[in-house]
């Protein structure tokens, strides 16, 4: 937050779910840059960065808690979870995002977000700027320039912190055992989706959930 602009405000948006059927998703993958800022795991979030704010700096728009949906879909963390257990300084319900955003964009000068990254939130996030612009005769003030985060944002994540350096070092660790693994069961007459499940396994039984890329074995 000490790299905005004054009197600025960012709006960093999660990834979605994808559907693969008709009640199945893809594995979902949370948004790179959204995960480095906030760790929070789950879809459908967003994070607002507000320097300044009295009632505190960190926003986050979360998927409430629902028990039923999440005996089928696992756990969320809810508003109290998002602050609690994430850092949030204030946490509201995703579905309340078109009442309370422009309440935050409102007087700030500069909004930092990656305009065509998502076309879909980009028409949510013109039509809060344009609710503030209908309310100018009422002494509203609209953000006056967007700004690109992400030479800021990735500037950052060049830099890499002692925790982030350890878990590099044991990623290549384990896809090293990996790749040897592999090795050591390949054949004349092995399938290459047999020398992929081998390489998974290991990732798997190492504690890591998935692959950075597809394989191309």
Known sequence: MEAMEPNSIAIIPGAH???RNADTEYAFRQDSDFFYLTGFPE???VAVLIPGRPHGEFVLFCREKDATRELWTGYRAGQKGACDDFGA????????????????LEGRER?????????????HVMAWVNTIRSKVRSGAVPPGEFLDLDHLLHDMRLYKSAAEVEMMRYAAAVSARAHKRAMRFCKPGVMEYQLE??????FALSGCRHAAYSTIV
């Open 17 to 19: 779910e994808v559907k």
């Open 43 to 45: 879809p459908d979030a």
């Open 89 to 104: 300084h204030d946490a509201f319900p995703i579905g309340d995002i078109d009442e309370i955003l422009p309440g935050l």
């Open 111 to 123: 909004v930092y977000y990656a305009l065509g990254k998502d076309p879909e939130f980009d028409q």
């Open 197 to 202: 499940a081998e390489i998974l396994h290991e």
